[in-house]
């Protein structure tokens, strides 16, 4: 089944697309909308209007009027000249994420492209060619224009894609693929390189990413709750009732029903601490906020990837220069994101001192077997979670807050959008392993009140974690058991796994 662009797009599809590579295709209502903006621009091309970025130059040479034997040759070294990227390259994912919310956003019907221009998004897409995009240089304004060029260079036939593995000349994959290199007309290279796709479609991916790995947290956060003898009255509905944020209530829903059944805990009902620490007994108002942010980004992504963030926009009969290519809206949420999933990672690591700190956790000292003392255990797992979190407060820094005119001052506010976006993925990933540091520690935590058994649910995910980590009786090397438990945290269908 194949992904038709037609009239919205949602996080799932990208996802389809980006990660599962599900073909995709034009509908003809798409077409007859790409074809009929497509037709008003060419009528547009009779007046000897100045007309931005049809036959005038861009950012601060937007009073340079363009003749209209040179207007084609303005849209091809617009491309060229913009695609200025550095630094390292975008992941596939994320390329291919971009290259589809771009070819949606031009079905619109509001950009004055080519349908041929369309049809050569899709084809690289089908055809899994995969422009070389540097994830560098975008400001966020007028939209992310190196990302793009560098996407728009490739359909030329010029610059690197990346192809069965290889980044090879895009010239020879069209070639391999029997595909023409376009040669764009008036406003097509302007379409093609003003927008918010790639800080769009990487703040997708890393908010797809990352509400499989928070649902995957409180599982985590379950087993270390039963591994330190933690109280589930916390997590009671009737004290969330009272403050009644919906991640809240979500996640102290979702801890009772992974704790339920948890023989550890009906071993200590009574006992008399009255109180766990807050990062046992805060984890619904914790990660209760991040779940709630997570949702929220989510509906501005949404609207964002249905939306038209080019200019000018073309409209029947005029040509409308306004600012929907502006990022501030995707910086925003990017930052916050990051912030969030920072605080993800804090509350994490807690948990994980707790488990292996001889002070506080009730357990054998830093969860070592062994001889005590010539084995360090898991001590130093909880330097690495420190490690990881001290990073994440760097980079949560939100890059919003900061704007360099660029563009002879004609481009005097930025949204450093991309920036976000890009610094949220590593924020992401430094939480995935603070995730997987917990999900072994405490799994192996937890064993220690055998015969006892925790959470009925969760009691078999404990069994997995466990089988792929060696026991033995003395300390020895962890990377790539470490591996395996990553992998397991970051799995779409790990809840699934405990169903």
């Known amino acids: 089944m194949n992904y038709i662009i037609e009239d919205r797009i949602t996080l799932e599809d990208v996802a389809n697309v980006a990660k599962r590579k599900m073909k995709i295709e034009i509908s003809p209502k798409a077409a007859e909308r790409i074809n009929g903006s497509r037709k008003n621009v060419e009528k547009l091309l009779h007046s000897d209007k100045a007309m931005y970025g049809i036959n005038t130059g861009f950012g601060g040479l937007a009073t340079v009027k363009i003749s209209k034997e040179e207007i084609d040759d303005l849209q091809s070294n617009l491309v060229r000249s913009h695609s200025v990227g550095v630094g390292p390259i975008l992941d596939e994912e994320s390329t291919r994420a971009m290259m589809l919310l771009r070819a949606f956003s031009l079905s619109r019907g509001y950009s004055g492209v080519k349908l041929e221009t369309v049809n050569q998004i899709v084809e690289f897409l089908n055809r899994d060619i995969i422009p070389v995009v540097p994830s560098q240089g975008s400001v ?17 036939g010029e610059g690197d894609v990346i192809y069965r593995g290889k980044v090879i000349d895009a010239s020879k994959a ?5 595909l023409k290199p376009l040669k764009y007309s008036a406003k097509e290279g302007l379409a093609l390189t003003n927008g918010t796709q790639a800080m769009t479609a990487i703040l997708a991916l890393v908010l797809y990413d990352s509400k499989v790995l928070f649902e995957n947290s409180l599982i985590t956060a379950s087993i270390s709750i039963d591994a330190l003898k933690g109280s589930t009255t916390p997590f009671d509905a009737r004290i969330h009732e ?9 996640v102290a829903s979702r801890i009772m029903e992974y704790l339920a ?10 006992c008399p601490k009255v109180q766990d620490a807050y990062s046992l007994r805060a984890i619904p108002q914790v990660l209760g906020a991040v779940k709630d942010t997570l949702d929220y980004v989510e509906k501005q992504l949404e609207i964002e990837m249905n939306s038209v963030t080019d ?16 990022g501030e809206p995707m910086a925003f949420a990017a930052d916050f994101l990051g912030i969030a999933l920072s605080e993800l990672g804090n509350i994490t690591e807690r948990r994980i001192d707790r488990l ?33 979190v001290s990073e994440n407060k760097v980079l949560s820094h939100p890059a919003s807050v900061d704007s360099i005119p660029t563009s002879a001052y004609q481009e005097d506010h930025v949204s450093m959008g991309t920036i976000a976006a890009v610094k949220s993925r590593k924020i992401f990933e430094n939480v995935s392993k603070i995730t997987a540091i917990e999900a072994m520690i405490a799994s192996k935590g937890v064993r220690y009140h055998l015969p006892l058994r925790t959470g009925k649910k969760i009691e078999p995910l404990v069994d997995l974690i466990n089988s792929n980590v060696s026991h033995l009786q003395r300390d020895h090397y962890m990377g790539k058991e470490f591996e395996k438990i990553l992998t397991i945290v970051r799995n779409e269908n790990m809840r699934g796994m405990i169903e």
Do not use: C
């Open 242 to 250: 009272l403050r009644p944020y919906e991640g809240q209530r979500y």
């Open 356 to 388: 292996v700190n001889p002070l506080v956790s009730g357990l054998p000292p830093f969860l070592a077997d062994g001889k005590a003392g010539l084995n360090s255990g898991m001590m130093m797992w909880q330097y690495t979670a420190a490690s990881l």
């Open 261 to 270: 059944g948890s023989e550890i805990r009906a071993s200590h009902i009574n």
């Open 140 to 156: 966020g304004s007028s939209g992310d224009l190196a990302p793009l060029a560098h996407v728009a260079l490739a359909m030329m």
């Open 174 to 178: 069209l070639e391999i693929e029997g």
């Open 311 to 326: 200019n000018p926009l073309v409209f029947e009969d005029e040509v409308l220069s306004g600012g929907n290519f502006h």
